[in-house]
């Protein structure tokens, strides 16, 4: 274990890293929500009971595909599946069974201990959008993402207050070879935040890679004995598993490094058009993967994963934020908590192509039912737009924002003395005024949750401002926190052995663009 | 009895009627939502337990004030509160045992019976923004309200396929004399849409005035014997009934017309700044105010009510949409239960200039908790903006679009066996896709809430019809929804009868502007 990972800071020397520890010591950061507010239970029992039958269904009579991967269908075979060509049919029963070695909850450290995240019980922690080719600004408009959105995006998500996670794939840096892009991007979240991050899972090799970097930056040791990374592995639905992901599945797994098995779904097209009937998939297919992720390794960290939208029929574009979404992502919580899985699901999403009135809705629809879901990861949780194509800047940091009222929503209600209150409302009795009083005067500094962005200003000083909205405030939060940004202090040696390691792969290949 | 009470058309004669008639057939209208879902919980028994004592302390302790209103006071003595001044204390038990010969549930009747409301249960009604001052559109601005906003408000609610009440004060009129609004509103809600709606309560008098146009629209009879309006009785928190709203209660209560009796809370200067305080409040002053409804006439159909905010303590601001106010609506909705009463709450809040991201994340926080939190009635439920000083014509057909997710929300998820799918997965089986299945056919019309407002298209396509925002398009749906509108029909008589009514009321007294 390296000083880094043991909290300990090592100066870097130079006025930089001077600076940048002064500004690691002043930046407020919370630490992940434990929730104190119960689950929202959508589902009854004989539902869950249902679905539940009905998964296991699916995976005894039609079973699931693992693809181009040999290991893995012996693997089943072994664990008493009933293989046929590449089709799994597991019986009933066996998938759940397996999945009873994956842990309740496990921790992902970060490279600053205070940033480690426990994920899974009653916890929520949130990480950052992931994926999205496209960047917008204000300015700049729609436009292929580069390496240098990626580095922004990761310095706007160690600057959010309410944010835990760095993330992975906060935009395709798509001016960097397909083959090489990993490197750069797990080299800025290393470097540039101190916030737990993701790994690579495009390639196995790419997961290899993100392992070793991993051990630079912690030391080998730690790594071997602890999870520093938790990595997105999507399930081809319907119920297909291919090589590459369950490749990059197989290397975190055996390292213990943790992954979400999780589908990807636009309901009506990957799954059923009914909530209960996507509901059954889910489940199917995650009990498929998290079985094999315990096949590989029992007790391999691993996250019952849920990523579901609804499709608008007229034009089939996925939709975010609507009824059904939510409707999924509270029963697919019931079913992980009856798996005694960590959940991920929720997000900021949004199918609007602007950070407006739509993208708000749809977001604020998203982020409140992901809470009260129960969701232990939630991905995307800031800066998704246009159904998951663009990194929006203005909207990363309002997305941001807000999750500070899942912090304070989780909080539940306070019942102490201090809490109820009653003395105050003998103080100050009928007619009275409660800005004044002993009771207010010590409880307001922490009494409300209050938005870094939002205007709360009069209409005539808004006004007398220039009028501006939301997008526009946010437009200039970006600059400000961008230009406020300051790197977190890391040892030189590390920071250098990082820089080398990408530098020689790098080397070693020539660059592919597909 | 009148015909059209009865639900039978009179014929006006003219092609206007017959247009008018067309249309009303044709009008898309949602009936007032049923929840099939659970209600979110946050409060357990211990700590509504302690708050029903600590209400009951302030009831009996410190007790609440009715002013100006002797004929109260003796009301109260002769129940057995201890009166002394103003001030009357309520002992232990007394106000919750006054409240229970109020329903539990009640019809609100529309002249049209489809348009019929069931209050109460676990139904919950939709009404429009009350009170604003202003009015904003895009076009014209901020500015004050006129009738004829008020008339295109009511326009819209009549339009809005999941607004279910045409609502009370849309705006407030301010062109009109002060004396003489309440005429020309209730005019247009009862000439203008078929929907329920709201009497006037800013003078007994003018409550009166409500009844009397009641009586000639529906017939006397039938508003002897039916509820045909629910009107807004604020409370002054803390614990003060003035003699105005009190003067409005009684008369509707006397009449068997239903009251909404609800706290007016900024949390944290007219109730403590602690949630389990305020509620402690609310409690206390809903119980007095119900109690006092039914010592006017025991059965009147009353609601509880909760209008409750945050301040930004910086600025003096009321704040919308944070988790303080859903803690307060959540566990508002709880005690309402638990008191057998209807349950007012939510709405479309934000604190918001402008209908932009700000207002959306404010009023999707709002609208989301209001739902899971029981809430039978929802004032405010579109196009409130500026923290209710503005009546938005964008944001209302804004969040008009949006009731429709709480409507689909509020379906739950369907367990028969079209809903459990799983043919459909044997069907496609792993690696297939749905969109072309038979049960997808047979389904997604109905299966997914659609916006009739957001954006869903490509971003090409998006992009080259102009790259609209959301106030944009709703800019050009309200001015066609303003095109497209048509009069419900009417008896010529009864329409007539009401101007006369009108016009007499109004040439009885001069006008006053304060």
């Given amino acids: 274990m390296n000083d880094v990972a ?59 595909n693992f693809l181009e991967n040999p290991t893995a269908l012996a693997l089943w075979k072994a664990a ?27 921790t992902q450290h970060a490279r600053n201990p205070a940033r480690n995240v426990e994920i899974g019980g009653r916890n929520l922690v949130l990480a950052p959008v992931y994926g999205p080719p496209f960047v917008r600004d204000m300015e700049g408009g729609r436009r292929y993402a580069t390496i240098a959105d990626f580095q922004n995006f990761v310095k706007l998500g160690y600057m959010s207050k309410w944010l835990h996670h760095s993330g992975g794939t906060v935009c395709e840096p798509t001016d960097v070879p397909v083959n090489k892009r990993h490197l750069d991007m797990l080299l800025a979240h290393m470097t540039l935040s101190d916030k737990p991050y993701m790994g690579s899972v495009t390639e196995p ?76 998939q889910v489940l199917a297919e995650v009990l498929a993967g998290v079985a094999y992720s315990q096949l590989i390794r029992p007790g391999a960290p691993v996250i019952f994963g849920a990523f579901v939208t609804s499709i608008d029929m007229n034009s089939g574009a996925p939709t975010f934020g609507t009824p059904e979404a939510s409707h999924i992502t509270y029963g697919a919580g019931q079913l ?12 900021s999403f949004c199918g609007s192509k602007l950070p407006d009135a739509q993208a708000a809705y749809e977001t604020a629809n998203s982020l409140n039912m992901a809470l009260l879901s129960g969701v232990n990861f939630m991905l995307h949780a800031c800066g998704w737009l246009e159904g998951g194509l663009v990194s929006s800047y203005e909207k990363f940091v309002m997305d941001a924002d807000q999750l500070g009222t899942l912090h304070h929503l989780a ?54 401002e220039g009028a501006r909205d939301t997008q526009t405030l946010a437009a200039e939060r970006v600059k400000k926190q961008l230009g406020d940004y300051q790197q977190p202090a890391l040892d030189v040696a590390v920071h250098e052995a990082l820089t080398d390691y990408v530098a020689k792969k790098k080397a070693a290949v020539p660059d592919a663009f597909i």
């Fill in 6 to 64: 043991a909290g300990k800071r090592v100066r870097g020397g130079g006025g930089s890293a001077r600076r940048a520890e002064r500004t690691a010591v002043s930046l407020e950061s919370a630490r992940f929500i434990e929730r104190n507010i119960p689950n929202f239970e959508i589902l009854n029992e004989e539902a869950l009971a249902i679905i539940e039958w009905n998964a296991d269904t699916v995976l005894e009579e039609i079973g699931v």
């Fill in 80 to 106: 008493g599946a009933d293989v046929r060509g590449e089709r799994v049919r597991i019986p009933r029963g066996l998938a759940r069974k397996l999945c009873a070695t994956a842990p309740r909850t496990f």
């Fill in 205 to 280: 090799s790419r997961a290899e890679d993100s392992i070793e970097m991993s051990k630079i930056l912690f030391g080998a040791d730690f790594v071997d004995q602890n999870t520093v990374m938790t990595s997105l592995i999507n399930i081809n639905s319907p119920l297909t598993f291919d090589s590459i992901m369950m490749g990059a599945l197989e290397v975190y797994a055996k390292a213990n490094q943790a992954a979400i098995i999780s589908p990807f779904i636009v309901g009506g097209a990957m799954a059923p058009v009914t909530v209960a009937g996507t509901l059954t």
């Fill in 336 to 347: 992980a908590r009856r798996l005694n899985l960590p959940y991920r699901s929720g997000g």
């Fill in 411 to 464: 909080k539940g209600i306070i019942m102490d003395e201090n809490g109820q209150g009653l003395d105050a409302i003998r103080e100050v009795g009928p007619g009275g005024h409660f800005l004044g009083c002993e009771h207010t005067q010590a409880n307001f500094k922490s009494a409300f949750w209050r938005s870094d962005l939002l205007d709360y200003k009069p209409f005539e000083t808004w006004d007398e």
